[in-house]
């Protein structure tokens, strides 16, 4: 399908106006905010030596890109010109058939303080939402106007989704589901339900082999982070049972100094907190650590739930405090000997904005998984084209990553939840060229309505928690 004549110009308005955002952008976090995890990556880079706490791959693009400029400037180049490209390629086709509201709230999209705020930081997660919607912007381009996406676009399709997948270790749970979605085969849902679980299962097998010796990271454990939140949080939960994994002074150990969150795993791993309680467990092989886990969960069913349902509610952001932390991006970088500078007082702005906006639904990924959840009934409900199929593959990978924190997550930052909020708002958009049926708009808004309230009842009822991570470690 080639493009109409008046819609040319509008092509190159959209191309002016994502790169005009990305420059833009790129002056206001000038030369990029440096988190702890920032940090620590940089740290490898400069020394060459690396391991798999943090992902090597993306340790090993920025040793590369290096050679541009010192710092996180070339990381934070890469972020947000995948960021805007995405969402330019995502703009231009819908404008393409003359849906410039589409393409403008396209853009205001990408302006949302939570989700540009956080792409100013330069983090795994902010690299994963640049490929991410880098990639789809690219299959959109050509799927939308129902042209075939050209061989030579695979690669660099390729290149994108396996950073992602590498760039965090459950965004496999994101890129296959994602994948099998847009597949023309398997058909049937439920072939392509077990075609995704197949290659998920693969993608996690092959990954620690990818990490350890292609890209040469020395094993750090932190695969036994996982099974040691669960196990803590059982054990807290039935401390004079032999079954949990934990003895019962540890269990006593770690009731008395409240090692066991919801917010996150943390105190667990800190020496001055329950680190040396767990270092029994630790020592043990990961797959003995997993069949423990296993065990304990089996034993103590109840027990397990009750632990991540805690920490799911914690995560998701809905009945919590005011001010449940870890939700705006930092507005300086971690102080630093290495030469990672702080961005400009407009940064600093931008972020304090974005500190108002994650307070709001704006920034509770309860509110999405809600609104995530109706759009892809509405579109299930509709007959297929190529708009209705990228929006459901966005939901499906959206809503898959959301339900594996139920059983996978040890920690509530927000910006582990910024590819699913950011997914579900552009496939919003792709169905919006259609009412829903009012049925299916009103069940969705009414339980809107609900979450929401429920979440401001428990911001205005539960005590605020401390505002350091001192604080929150106890």
């Known amino acids: 399908m080639s493009i109409e004549p008046a819609a040319r110009p509008q092509q190159r308005y959209i191309a002016i106006a994502a790169t005009g955002l990305c420059i833009a952008s790129l002056a206001l976090f000038w030369p990029g905010t440096a988190m ?30 290096a050679a541009f400029g010192p710092g996180a400037t070339p990381m934070l180049v890469l972020q947000l010109v995948t960021y805007w490209l995405g969402l330019g390629l995502i703009a231009a086709a819908l404008a393409r058939f003359g849906r410039s509201r589409s393409a403008v709230v396209i853009f205001a999209i990408g302006l949302l303080p939570p989700f540009l705020g956080w792409q100013g930081v330069v983090l795994k997660d902010a690299q994963l939402a640049g490929a991410l919607l880098a990639a789809v912007g690219i299959v959109g381009w050509w799927r939308l106007a129902r042209r075939p996406l050209p061989g030579v676009m695979l690669v660099p399709i390729a290149v994108l989704l396996a950073y992602a997948v590498l760039i965090r270790a459950n965004a496999v749970f994101i890129v296959v589901p994602l994948l099998v979605t847009l597949a023309p085969r398997p058909t049937h849902p439920v072939a392509k339900l077990a075609t995704g679980l197949i290659a998920v299962v693969l993608v996690l097998g092959v990954a620690p082999v990818v990490n350890h ?72 092989p990961t797959g003995a650590l997993y069949v423990t886990l296993a065990s304990a969960a089996l034993h103590h069913p109840i027990a397990y739930a009750g632990h991540r349902l805690a920490h799911l509610n914690s995560t998701d952001r809905w009945l919590v405090p005011f001010h449940w932390p870890s939700a705006a991006p930092p507005a300086a970088s971690e102080p630093n000997t290495l030469g990672l500078a702080n961005p400009g007082a407009a940064a600093h702005a931008w972020e304090a904005l974005t500190a108002v906006v994650v307070e709001t639904p704006l920034g509770w990924p309860i509110a999405w998984i809600v609104v995530a959840i109706t759009a892809i009934a509405a579109s299930v409900s509709r007959a297929r084209d190529p708009a209705r199929d990228l929006a459901t593959a966005l939901l499906v990978s959206a809503l898959a990553l959301e339900a594996s924190f139920a059983v996978l997550s040890i920690a509530s930052d927000l910006r582990y939840h910024l590819w ?54 106890g």
């Open 213 to 284: 010796r292609l890209l040469g990271a020395q094993p750090s454990g932190v695969e036994s982070t996982q099974a040691l939140y669960d196990l803590a949080g059982i054990a807290a939960r039935v401390p004079t049972s032999d079954t949990t994994g934990l003895t019962q002074s540890e269990a006593a150990t770690v009731i008395a100094r409240g090692c066991a969150k919801p917010f996150f795993w943390d105190p667990l791993g800190d020496e001055a907190h329950c680190g040396t309680t767990m270092a029994r467990l630790r020592a043990l």
């Open 36 to 65: 702890y995890d920032t940090v620590a990556q940089y740290r490898q880079v400069l020394s060459g030596v690396y391991d798999d706490w943090h992902p090597p791959a993306m340790a090993r693009v920025w040793a590369l890109l």
């Open 420 to 473: 699913p909020m950011m997914a579900t708002a552009v496939a919003t958009v792709l169905l919006a060229d259609r009412a829903p049926p009012r049925r299916i708009l009103a069940v969705g808004a009414g339980v809107l309505i609900l979450v929401v309230g429920c979440g401001i009842a428990a911001r205005v009822l539960l005590p605020q928690p401390p505002q350091t991570y001192a604080g929150m470690l």
